[in-house]
């Protein structure tokens, strides 16, 4: 780490190492496009978030940078703007692919425009909203004036970019996304298969799909900024309802890097008793997810059969932590509970029963010569499309790219016990299906040597009263049942975080739609979207 | 022609794998619960997060000491402490509970409450049956007209004498 | 002792014509009439049950009860149903053509009551018989496709359209594989008549009179018949999950209802037709040995209509089978299926009836 370091200040003499848990580095405006420029040929090639800050005199973009073949490595690239008015900051989406959206976020909330980024409309809000709610002077007492009409189409499909012209002034753009002939399919916000609200304007020519434009937002509830007024037990809840299908291990993330920032050390009962409970979660997780996706292509008695089975879990989360769906169970420190004294054996009872049902599964649907068909060939997604993207979890190790973060950057218990990082190498439909119930297989390997070695002891460790992570700034990955799900708080020190963010793994793989879906058909785009399994209202936040 | 034959009919055989899981699962118990049918014998988990009730004890008592911090934790002002103070026959000072209103339509069912609820006044109920066709009858008042639990003398029970001085810390 | 349907026909005429008479116009009015309602009795009775049976069928495969609410084991649900669909608000859209838009599901309505008219339910229980019958359900059947071309077209729907225009596609190409394997049976029994169909699968049904091409004409014919009625994997024009309704989004009410009605008759009616080109129609079954003439005297006294509903139900059940466990396919792999497999299979299958039968009829001379 300290040649990149050496590296960076080569190209930028005023940059400099920031003190922090993870490796960061800051360096001027002016100089970050080379930096980056530099960081991505050297192998910097997955962006994994960015993040604005509001610190009330300057706007701070802060990148966080892993390499995709060596993915335990984090850097943290920072720099920031005075200009508090008309905040600029060259793009990186031409780099990193992933950061067009995050870009868009970034403007979106604390208006920060992004210099050459093609695509500078708002991510979450309507087109007409006024101001940018995550700067700290924002006025949010209820406008009553807000208009709630709704919004002429064109505006959706105006894009604004800035670029700098040959004379070196800023040149404000405006293009339109689509072409007036062309026949736009309005797929959702209500929609049988889009998994939540998302809406997506598809050019379409006959059934097959030309392009896609994403549209977020309709689920927005500003879990970030409600959590900036909220102390740190508080604000758990609302992480389960990111990405409501792997709750618990949204949570999990939370709880670790606030634990990371108090240095709390988790009893080991309890560390084990999260690790089963993620694994349930992201068994739980991946069997709707299949079921969703069996429904998605027609076949509504998989989908019965993967929510039945489903509920076997949702039983054993009700009987130790007293919810289903929002189990509310991990604290800081430990675990809300002890486990039930049930539960223990039903795990142990569902263990070779989901073994049977996967089989089932496997004959009903995976050997549909239907099925397969459908499946292979069809939506697919090369190794370095996966990275640039950032699109990581299931999807991407279906394309070939190791990037388990349980594999390369261990947490909880999985040191400690075998299993395999389940990797395809073909990144079709049918690879990203089939990964999808073959991690249910290495989870139930997970499940089955921890709960023999659960250890005795405390279920949660002793926390002070009163939350109060120390100041400075904290980044906790894990992984989620959709990819590397990511926490960012930055603390002055107060019992509520100055600002939080959240890396989605379902906004890339949304953001992958378009790229996969061109010049496939409407039913495959459907299929394509199951077999992402994304979630919209962990993209909304 | 090999394989067109030969794809032909390992798909019809495998057509015919996957009408046989079908028909073995017609065959299998159903899965759907039945209720209300089964309401009285429905399973029902006892750590379930349904309702928030006061834990009322025979004598019509309950433990609450309106110290609000069951108010002070709730992430979503679902919880109101109405108090006032009065004075004791002692000359001290005390604070006694008027009236707790929870929210039912704003709850997360998060369980910050009861954690935090140092002399365990209030707790969770398995019952689940919200539905009212009224908005405001979902806000519920959990004392009731129940009592303070009534001060013992001093070799009182110990466990609540502990619960006392704990929320005096 | 006879349990035939058709004694009381043949008694109501009789006693009408005593009645009436001279006027035997009269008679025949009535008789029309008579006949005109208790077909539309008919057929929304057995949409009813139809329905009932579908939602119970699917219920069991995927481990559910299906509906239990209304009626012992939900017997009268779709009664409600009816009722519900009855009352509801015909929505009317704003920019389409409303003319075509209601004409849509009459259109539908009228090519599946066309056909079932053209059922043979029992030993003289026939609505409409003619020289023709096969052709004519043929014809008549495909008006159905015009149908949900108008729906979809004049809804004023990006969805309807793509609906209405993978409906067209489908449906006109299955119906070449569906004809040819009736054509193929027509072939072996040597006649366009239903009756005389009917009649030579006295002692053997075709299916076993025609040997491997009848079978495999058998298969051809379930999977094409299948997909006509846009069920089962065959789905496409409706595809809940890609296009919400297909075609019908727009339709509420009992336009809708109407749509609804065609579409679960039309599983009857194909059944209905596979039955009687293919599995004798309402003859009963019989081995044709000597020694087994006992067992067939028994099979003669189950009534005709019974044979026939109890292998149209069999068929129907087939049906729901294969739609519960199968996900839906792709319009590419839609033809697909019809113009590389089945279309080319059936061709070659009917060469091979004409050999067959050709080599009978030089056996019998």
């Known amino acids: 780490m300290e040649k990149t370091l050496k590296l960076i200040q080569s190209l930028s003499s005023t940059a400099e190492k920031v003190e922090a848990m993870d490796f960061t580095v800051a360096v001027a405006k002016d100089d970050l496009r080379k930096v980056a420029e530099k960081l991505k040929a050297e192998g910097w090639d997955y962006l994994i978030n960015l993040t604005a800050v509001d610190n009330q005199e300057n706007i701070e973009v802060v990148y966080h940078l892993s390499k995709s073949s060596d993915m335990e490595k984090l850097l943290v690239l920072k720099t920031k703007t005075e200009d508090m008015q008309n905040p600029i900051v060259e793009t990186v989406c031409d780099l990193w692919e992933s950061a067009g959206l995050y870009e868009r976020e970034a403007y979106d909330f604390f208006g920060i425009r992004f210099l050459n980024n093609p695509d500078m409309r708002r991510l979450f809000l309507r087109p007409d909203w006024v101001g940018y709610p995550f700067r700290k002077d924002y006025d949010n007492t209820p406008n009553e004036k807000f208009s709630t009409s709704v919004h002429d189409v064109a505006s959706m499909e105006n894009v604004p970019s800035i670029t700098l012209n040959h004379h070196g002034e800023i040149e404000e753009k405006n293009v339109n996304l689509f072409d007036n002939d062309e026949y736009i399919v309005n797929f959702g916000p209500q929609h049988p298969s889009t998994h939540g609200v998302l809406h997506l304007r598809i050019s379409l020519d006959g059934e097959n799909v030309k392009k896609i434009d994403p549209h977020f937002g309709y689920i927005h509830r500003g879990i970030e900024k409600m959590m900036e007024s909220m102390t740190y037990p508080q604000m758990l809840f609302l992480t389960e309802r990111l990405d409501y299908l792997c709750g618990s291990i949204n949570r999990h993330a939370l709880c670790m890097c606030v634990e990371k920032a108090m240095n709390i050390e988790v009893p080991k009962r309890a560390v084990y008793i999260r690790t089963i409970f993620d694994e349930l979660n992201r068994i739980a997780s991946h069997l709707l997810g299949w079921a969703c996706m069996c429904n998605d292509m027609g076949s509504i008695t998989s989908f019965i059969y993967g929510f039945r089975d489903r509920e076997k879990i949702m039983d054993i989360f009700q009987e130790t932590c007293g919810g289903r769906l929002m189990v509310n169970y991990y604290v800081i420190g430990g675990v809300a509970q002890d486990l039930h004294p049930n539960t223990v054996n039903r795990i142990k009872e569902f263990i070779p029963y989901l073994r049977e049902m996967i089989k089932e599964y496997h004959t009903l649907f995976t050997g549909n010569p239907i099925a397969r068909d459908r499946m292979t060939n069809c939506g697919f997604l090369s190794k370095e499309k996966a990275v640039a993207l950032g699109m990581s979890g299931p999807n991407g190790r279906a394309s070939g790219w190791h990037c388990d973060v349980r594999k390369v950057a261990p947490y909880a218990a999985y040191g400690e016990v075998n299993f395999d990082e389940v990797l395809h190498k073909g990144g079709d439909t049918i690879d990203r299906y089939m990964i999808r119930l073959e991690e249910i297989e290495q989870s139930l390997r997970i499940i089955e040597q921890l709960i023999d070695k659960l250890p005795d002891g405390d279920f949660k460790a002793k926390v002070p009263a009163i939350v109060k992570v120390p100041a400075g700034e904290y980044y906790q990955r894990v992984e989620n049942a959709r990819g590397d799900f990511g926490v960012y708080i930055k603390s002055t020190g107060e019992k509520s975080p100055y600002r939080i963010k959240f890396r989605s793994p379902s906004m890339v793989a949304v953001s992958g739609l378009d790229p996969i879906c061109k010049g496939t058909k409407v039913a495959d785009l459907i299929m394509i979207g199951g077999s992402l399994d994304y979630v919209i209202p962990c993209i909304d936040r | ?169 | ?365």
Request: with cysteine.
């Open chain 2, 1 to 169: 022609m090999k394989t067109y034959f030969k794809n032909l009919f390992s798909g019809i055989w495998n057509l015919l794998q996957g009408m046989r899981i079908t028909m073995r699962n017609a065959i299998r118990k159903n899965v759907t619960e039945c209720y209300p049918e089964d309401r009285e014998t429905a399973r029902q988990f006892e750590r379930f997060r349904g309702e928030l009730i006061f834990d009322i004890n025979e004598n019509n008592e309950h433990k609450c000491i309106a110290c609000g911090l069951c108010q002070m934790n709730c992430p979503n002002q679902s919880l109101q402490v109405v108090s006032k103070m009065v004075e004791t026959e002692d000359g001290k000072k005390k604070k006694v509970l008027e009236a707790y209103n929870w929210d039912l339509s704003s709850c997360t069912f998060c369980g910050l409450c009861t954690s935090s609820c140092a002399p365990k006044a209030i707790k969770w109920t398995n019952f689940f049956e919200h539905a009212v066709f009224d908005k405001s009858k979902l806000v519920k008042e959990l004392k009731g007209d129940s009592k303070p639990v009534e001060k013992k003398a001093a070799p009182a029970p110990a466990p609540k004498k502990s619960d006392d001085s704990q929320v005096q810390q």
């Open chain 3, 1 to 365: 002792m006879d349990f035939e349907l058709v004694n009381l026909i043949s008694w109501i005429d009789e006693s009408l014509r005593d009645l009436c008479g001279d006027a035997s116009w009269a008679v025949s009015l009535i008789e029309y009439v008579l006949i005109a309602i208790a077909f539309l009795g008919l057929y929304c009775v057995l949409a009813l049950i139809l329905i009932l049976l579908e939602r119970k069928i699917c219920a069991d495969f995927q481990c559910r009860i299906g509906p239990n609410r209304v009626g012992p084991w939900g017997l009268c649900q779709p009664i409600a149903d009816m009722f519900k669909i009855l009352l509801k608000e015909i929505i009317t859209l704003k920019n389409n053509d409303k003319f075509l838009f209601f004409t849509a599901p009459f259109l539908i309505l009228a090519g599946s009551l066309g056909t079932f008219g053209a059922l043979q339910f029992g030993k003289g229980l026939v609505g409409v018989d003619f020289n023709v019958g096969i052709f004519y359900m043929l014809a008549i059947s495909s008006l159905g496709v015009i149908g949900i071309l108008l729906a979809g077209w004049s809804s004023d729907n990006k969805y309807t359209l793509i609906g209405a225009m993978r409906s067209g596609a489908q449906l006109i190409s299955y119906e070449i594989s569906a004809g040819i394997s009736i054509l193929t049976m027509v072939l072996l029994g040597g006649s366009l008549n239903l009756t005389d169909l009917i009649e030579g699968q006295k002692d053997s049904w075709y299916l076993f009179q025609g040997h491997i091409p009848a079978i495999i004409a058998f298969i051809i014919y379930l999977i094409a018949g299948h997909a006509e009625t846009n069920r089962g994997p065959f789905d496409l024009p409706e595809a809940e999950s890609e296009l919400c309704a297909g075609y019908h989004t727009e339709y509420s009410g009992i336009t809708f209802g109407f749509f609804y009605l065609a579409e679960y008759l039309n599983m009857f009616i194909i059944a209905g037709i596979g039955t009687m080109v293919f599995l004798g129609g309402w003859q009963p079954f019989h081995i044709n040995y000597e020694w087994a003439s006992g067992f067939n005297e028994l099979m003669d006294y189950i009534p005709s209509y019974c044979w026939f509903v109890g292998k149209v139900f069999m068929l129907v059940l087939l049906s729901l089978w294969v739609r519960w466990s199968f996900p839906r396919l792709r319009i590419d792999q839609l033809l697909h299926l019809e113009w590389k497999i089945l279309m080319p299979i059936s061709l070659v299958n009917m060469l091979l009836m004409a050999g067959w039968v050709a080599y009978i009829a030089a056996q019998n001379n």
